[in-house]
């Protein structure tokens, strides 16, 4: 559980990282990180990273993947967090 806990802070710390990295390549027009590896970064456990920044970056904000997906991909996940390490 306490290594489960590590990866998830990591997971997330690094996803908020490359979400302000991107942010900071798009302003200066350099080559990008690919939509789907954001995604990915998301669904492997940096769902929180990827909202957190994506509001306080206000990156991928009006993008309807990333405006509905990470939301989806956050509570899937606090569900079976719930359901696999609470009940």
């Known amino acids: 559980m ?3 806990i590590v990866f998830l ?3 997330n710390v690094i996803t908020f990282f490359i979400y302000g990295s991107d942010k900071q390549r798009a302003k200066k ?3 990008r990180i690919p939509e789907k590896t954001l995604i990915l970064l998301a669904a492997a456990g940096g ?3 990827a909202w957190l920044a994506m509001r ?3 990156h991928k904000t009006r993008k309807p993947v990333f405006m509905y997906g990470i939301p989806v991909i ?3 996940q606090m569900g079976l967090y719930t ?3 609470i009940s």
């Open 56 to 58: 306080m970056f206000r």
């Open 47 to 49: 769902s929180v990273g």
């Open 74 to 76: 956050l509570l899937c």
């Open 9 to 11: 802070v990591f997971i």
């Open 29 to 31: 027009n350099r080559w």
């Open 2 to 4: 306490k290594l489960f």
């Open 83 to 85: 359901y696999f390490f």
